[in-house]
C-alpha cells in the first residue's frame, strides 16, 4: 500500500517526526532512519524546529518538539467538551444545582459546558461567559497548581488567599460563598489532563440558602466524582493513542 500523500514536503517531514519517535537523533541518524538526502533532512528539521515540532536536546541531537504536546492537549481537551455533557446532567440531577465546566484563558476563565438547574431560583453561568481568576471555587481549582509565580501574580487581586489555595491542594476541591456574586456558592474540583496538569475544574453552584455555607460538606464528593470521571476520559484517550 502506498504511504505518501502525494505532498513530497508533507510525506518527508512525515518521515522526519516518525524518525524521531524512538528517541534523540542526530543529523547522520535522521539520515539513515528516513532515507532523505543530508541537505534535505537538515532543512526540514531546521525548519520543523523553528515551528517548535521539533527541538534539541544538551547534546544538539533532534528530537520531538513541545508543539506536539500542545496540538495533544488541545486533541484531549475537544474530548472533554465531547463528554462533559451527561457528566454534568448527571451531577446536576444528583445535586439539584446548576453544573459547569470552566477552563482558563489567561487572566479569564471560560464557561465551556453547562447543565442548568430547570426550574426554581438558580445560578445561571451560559456557555461562553467568561469570568474572572481572582473570585470563585473554580478560580481557586484553576489556580492553585499552578507555578508559584503565576499563582502570585493571581493572588494579588483575589478575594481567596494563599492559605485558601493549599487547602484546595490538600483536599482536592473549593469552595466560595458570595465571593464571585452575593448569594451564590459554589463547589468545584479539577480536571486532569494524562500527565496530571489541570486543564479544567467542574463546577456546581447556587444560592447560598440551599447550599448553606459549607457548600463542599454537601457537594465536594459528587463534583470530585465527576471531575474524576472527566479526567478517566482523557486518560483513557491518551492510553488508546
Same mark, same amino acid.
Given at each position: 500500500?502506498?504511504?505518501?500523500?502525494?505532498?513530497? =514536503?508533507?510525506?518527508?517531514?512525515?518521515?522526519?517526526?516518525?524518525?524521531?519517535?524512538? @528517541?534523540?537523533?542526530?543529523?547522520? @541518524?535522521?539520515?539513515?532512519?528516513?532515507?532523505?538526502?543530508?541537505?534535505?533532512?537538515?532543512?526540514? &528539521?531546521? &525548519?520543523?524546529?523553528?515551528?517548535?515540532?521539533?527541538?534539541? %536536546? $544538551? /547534546?544538539?541531537?533532534?528530537?520531538?518538539?513541545? *508543539?506536539?504536546?500542545?496540538?495533544?492537549?488541545?486533541?484531549?481537551?475537544?474530548? #472533554?467538551?465531547?463528554?462533559?455533557?451527561?457528566?454534568?446532567?448527571? $451531577?446536576? %440531577?444528583?445535586?439539584?444545582?446548576? &453544573?459547569?465546566?470552566?477552563?482558563?484563558?489567561?487572566?479569564?476563565?471560560?464557561? &465551556?459546558?453547562?447543565?442548568? *438547574?430547570?426550574?426554581?431560583?438558580? %445560578?445561571?453561568?451560559? !456557555?461562553?461567559? /467568561?469570568?474572572?481568576?481572582?473570585? @470563585?471555587?473554580?478560580?481557586?481549582?484553576?489556580?492553585?497548581?499552578? %507555578?508559584?509565580?503565576?499563582?502570585?501574580?493571581? #493572588?494579588?487581586?483575589?478575594?481567596?488567599?494563599? =492559605?485558601?489555595?493549599?487547602?484546595?491542594?490538600?483536599?482536592?476541591?473549593?469552595?466560595? !460563598?458570595?465571593?464571585?456574586?452575593?448569594?451564590?456558592?459554589? !463547589?468545584?474540583?479539577? !480536571?486532569?489532563?494524562?500527565?496530571?496538569?489541570?486543564?479544567?475544574?467542574?463546577? =456546581?453552584?447556587? +444560592?447560598?440558602?440551599? $447550599?448553606?455555607?459549607?457548600?463542599?460538606?454537601?457537594?465536594? +464528593?459528587?463534583?470530585?466524582?465527576?471531575?474524576? *470521571? #472527566?479526567?478517566?476520559?482523557?486518560?483513557?484517550?491518551?492510553?488508546?493513542?
Amino acid at each position: 500500500m502506498d504511504d505518501t500523500s502525494g505532498v513530497g =514536503v508533507l510525506d518527508k517531514a512525515a518521515l522526519v517526526l516518525s524518525a524521531l519517535e524512538t @528517541g534523540p537523533t542526530t543529523l547522520a @541518524g535522521l539520515v539513515s532512519a528516513t532515507g532523505l538526502a543530508r541537505p534535505t533532512a537538515h532543512r526540514l &528539521a531546521v &525548519a520543523l524546529e523553528h515551528h517548535r515540532f521539533v527541538g534539541r %536536546d $544538551l /547534546q544538539g541531537r533532534f528530537v520531538l518538539g513541545p *508543539r506536539l504536546s500542545e496540538l495533544a492537549a488541545a486533541a484531549g481537551e475537544d474530548r #472533554l467538551l465531547a463528554t462533559a455533557g451527561p457528566i454534568l446532567a448527571r $451531577l446536576r %440531577d444528583i445535586t439539584g444545582e446548576s &453544573a459547569q465546566l470552566f477552563r482558563r484563558q489567561g487572566d479569564i476563565r471560560v464557561c &465551556a459546558a453547562a447543565a442548568e *438547574r430547570p426550574s426554581g431560583l438558580r %445560578d445561571t453561568v451560559p !456557555v461562553g461567559s /467568561q469570568l474572572t481568576m481572582s473570585a @470563585g471555587s473554580a478560580a481557586q481549582v484553576l489556580l492553585a497548581r499552578e %507555578d508559584p509565580e503565576r499563582i502570585q501574580r493571581g #493572588l494579588s487581586h483575589s478575594s481567596f488567599s494563599a =492559605v485558601a489555595l493549599a487547602t484546595v491542594r490538600r483536599r482536592g476541591w473549593a469552595q466560595s !460563598v458570595a465571593e464571585r456574586e452575593p448569594g451564590v456558592a459554589s !463547589v468545584s474540583a479539577p !480536571v486532569r489532563s494524562p500527565s496530571g496538569k489541570v486543564i479544567a475544574a467542574v463546577s =456546581v453552584s447556587g +444560592p447560598i440558602e440551599r $447550599l448553606t455555607r459549607q457548600p463542599g460538606r454537601l457537594h465536594a +464528593p459528587a463534583v470530585m466524582a465527576a471531575a474524576e *470521571r #472527566l479526567s478517566e476520559v482523557l486518560r483513557r484517550a491518551g492510553t488508546a493513542e
